[in-house]
């Protein structure tokens, strides 16, 4: 088990996070609770900034806000000094409520609706990632009609797989997002930007996959893509300042995670697309990448308080938390693995293997399958580490649960981010149709 960032463990036996008690925040804000470790989340942000802008200069490292998002985080991010990737209006609307600066914005996404085109050119995001023709036609009569020239980057499908769970595989060729390379559509598509007048070809977007551990993967991908923009040079004579690579790094979940380190993620993608950039006589281009994962991952834990448990001798004994897929789909999506304490028991030797399920009303809503802790009892805290990722962001009111709020602790303070949802909330867009509520229905329901 390994604990991350600012995480310890006190002199009461308590987890503790960003110097914040966790049975303590337990009892101030309730459970299920996301916690996020500031201090981590900017360490990383640091780390990538350093690894990247920092040693190569003509490099960006943009947030996938999709990863986790809020007003907080993006006014975090916007500290740190990295850009942001969005993928919807709803997206969009959060970074601008956080006055992140738009020209640092990304769009990107596989059917973006026209109004969210529009909003995207009037907030005058930096960059449109193209994803499809209908797209492109879609965005080149919007901004004529704006009178404006949209600067794109087009997203392209570079025919690499990653190893990594199939469904989080994007780069194959097999793939609904972008263009795809070896079909000639990429190059088309970079031929009807360059013939448009509202649109300004910048560049090239890929992104292969997400949880990715092997550096070889990006290389490759560098192959294909430097492949492709040597090709649009000598096809149409321009040249792609731009290249995005896209996010992926993955990080340590459980056993058997093996994260390389950010600096040589760096190092790699900046060696290979230089030496590319030198083999094909090209200008070397500006190099974006966008990781979600890798910086909001781990500075994520999320608080349950344990209640019923069923022991099926052997066979299995489940531990239910107040939680469940709810607030955390990944285990029962994509197999995903996780780590866990006993927050307020943390320095206890494990006992027994139990598994972790939530109060969902499936057999499939399950936590952890196969962990060793301490014997538990109901009432106990239990954190699941390194939910910072894609649980708050996929988490739904299955069940009717309102989700949980999100606190930001550091140095000792803990401040919601996110509040906690009521059942008022749950029933905020409820309506009841008049007929309903006529006369016929209160004879029967009297009945
Ligand atoms: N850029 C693009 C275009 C992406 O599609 C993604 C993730 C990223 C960047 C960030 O990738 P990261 O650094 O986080 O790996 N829900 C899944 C992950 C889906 C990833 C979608 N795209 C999960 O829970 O594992």
């Known amino acids: 088990m390994k604990l991350h960032g600012t995480m310890g463990i006190n002199a009461a036996g308590h987890l503790e996070i960003g110097g914040c008690d966790t ?31 920092g040693k190569y200069g003509s490099a960006e490292v943009i947030y996938a806000s999709k990863t986790f998002s809020n007003i907080a985080m993006c006014h975090i991010i916007k500290e740190e000094g990295l850009g942001l990737d969005v993928v919807s209006g709803g997206e969009l609307y959060t970074a601008l409520e956080a006055k992140f600066p738009p020209q640092h914005i990304y769009f990107h996404g596989n059917n973006k609706t026209p109004a969210e085109l529009e909003f995207a050119i009037q907030a005058r995001v930096g960059r449109i990632v193209v994803d499809n023709y209908r797209e492109l036609e879609v965005l080149n009569s919007l901004a004529a009609e704006h009178r404006r020239v949209v600067d794109v980057l087009v997203r392209v499908t570079p025919g690499i797989e990653a190893h990594t769970h199939e469904y989080i595989q994007t780069g194959q060729i097999d793939s609904k997002f972008g263009f795809t390379v070896s079909t000639g559509d990429a190059l088309r598509a970079v031929q009807m930007v360059l013939e448009s ?47 995005n ?42 190099v974006i990448v966008e990781p979600g994962r890798s910086i909001a991952g781990p500075a994520g834990t999320t608080l349950y308080t344990t209640g019923s448990t069923k022991d099926i001798p052997g066979i299995r ?13 990944r285990t029962a999506l994509y197999q995903a693995q996780y780590e866990a304490v006993l927050a307020n028991r943390a320095a206890e030797a494990a006992e027994e293997i139990v598994s972790v399920t939530g109060k ?43 989700r949980p709020a999100v606190v930001l602790a550091k140095d000792g303070q803990a401040d919601v981010i996110v509040e906690r949802e009521t059942y008022e909330d749950l029933v905020r867009n409820d309506l009841v149709p008049e007929r309903l509520l006529g006369s016929r229905n209160l004879r029967v329901a009297r009945r």
Request: glycine content about 8%.
């Open 360 to 402: 969902c009303c499936e057999s499939g809503d399950m936590l952890i399958w196969d962990i060793d802790l301490p014997r538990v009892n109901s009432g106990d805290l239990l954190a699941v580490l390194c939910t910072g990722a894609y649980n708050y962001s996929m988490s739904s009111n299955y069940n009717r649960l309102p």
């Open 317 to 329: 004994k489940y531990v239910a938390v107040d939680g469940g897929m709810a607030d955390n789909p």
């Open 245 to 286: 690579l896209g996010g992926g790094f993955g990080i340590y979940y459980a056993a058997g995670d093996t994260p390389a380190k950010i600096s040589d993620y760096a190092d790699v993608v900046m060696a290979a697309v230089k030496d590319l950039s030198e083999s094909y006589s090209l200008p070397m281009p500006k």
């Open 197 to 243: 007048k509202h649109l300004a070809f910048q560049g090239l977007h890929c992104h292969i996959g997400s949880q990715i551990f092997e550096l070889d993967s990006y290389r490759h991908t560098a192959a294909v893509m430097l492949k492709l923009c040597a090709e649009i040079r000598e096809k149409t004579g321009a040249v792609a300042r731009e290249l």
């Open 23 to 53: 049975v303590k925040l337990a009892k101030e804000f309730g459970t299920p609770l996301y916690i996020m470790d500031e201090e981590l989340i900017r360490r990383t942000c640091r780390d990538y900034y350093q690894s990247f802008t």
